[in-house]
T-cell receptor, first 117, second 110 residues
Framework: DTEVTQTPKHLVMGMTNKKSLKCEQHMGHRAMYWYKQKAKKPPELMFV???????INESVPSRFSPECPNSSLLNLHLHALQPEDSALYLC????????????????FGSGTQLSVL | QKEVEQNSGPLSVPEGAIASLNCTYS??????FFWYRQYSGKSPELIMF????GDKEDGRFTAQLNKASQYVSLLIRDSQPSDSATYLC??????????FGAGTRLTVKP
């Protein structure tokens, strides 16, 4: 299994809703990432989990709350989002954050296209 | 100065030509460099990675790295219409996180 699976593929939510994005990989990767990508822009790093612990938080607003229940799963909990948060949310994983940099090849999921109304 | 810079394009080449995509980076301590291809509405897909100065070839793709000039490029030989996509340059900084360039949109015309 060489896939990173994200659900749902599409999500429409109101500004008062609470929803969660889910990501799963079974490649034994120990680093998992959330990226946000606006149309025609590059992916922007949001969070990095290394060995199930949050290692990087790129000053993301608290309305985004990541969670890593185990080494295969990564969630992104959403609450009180704004319309400008509408974007493609990409999950990625890489093999081992502690090995040499040459192993940091990211495998991306297909993303969740989020629309906030 | 942006950490990773690319010409946003669009870059248009005829089918069968060589497409040349360029990328510069600001962190001289960067050691790993990647090219991702992203079709519209899809997630990025890794095409090439390079760590050492010089050229690395894989099929129709050649990555070139010049650390002294902080420059990495991707050449696509015999370009096909199916190569039309946005190409993202990515660099692992000394902080060990991956930063993307803005991407270059490539169009290969039949």
């Amino acid at each position: 299994d060489t896939e990173v699976t994200q659900t749902p593929k599409h999500l429409v939510m109101g500004m008062t809703n609470k929803k969660s994005l889910k990501c799963e990989q079974h490649m034994g990767h120990r680093a998992m990432y959330w990226y946000k990508q606006k149309a025609k822009k590059p992916p922007e790093l949001m969070f990095v989990y290394s060995y199930e612990k949050l290692s990087i938080n790129e000053s993301v607003p608290s309305r985004f709350s990541p969670e890593c229940p185990n080494s295969s799963l990564l969630n992104l909990h959403l609450h009180a989002l704004q319309p400008e948060d509408s974007a493609l949310y990409l999950c990625a994983s890489s093999q081992d954050p502690d090995t040499s940099l040459s192993n940091e090849k990211l495998f991306f999921g297909s993303g969740t296209q989020l629309s906030v109304l | 100065q942006k950490e990773v810079e690319q010409n946003s394009g669009p870059l248009s080449v005829p089918e069968g030509a060589i497409a040349s995509l360029n990328c510069t980076y600001s962190d001289r301590g960067s050691q790993s460099f990647f090219w991702y291809r992203q079709y519209s509405g899809k997630s990025p897909e890794l095409i090439m990675f390079i760590y050492s100065n010089g050229d690395k070839e894989d099929g129709r793709f050649t990555a070139q790295l010049n650390k002294a000039s902080q420059y990495v490029s991707l050449l696509i030989r015999d370009s096909q219409p199916s190569d039309s996509a946005t190409y993202l340059c990515a660099v692992i900084s000394r902080n060990n996180d991956m930063r993307f360039g803005a991407g270059t949109r490539l169009t290969v015309k039949p």
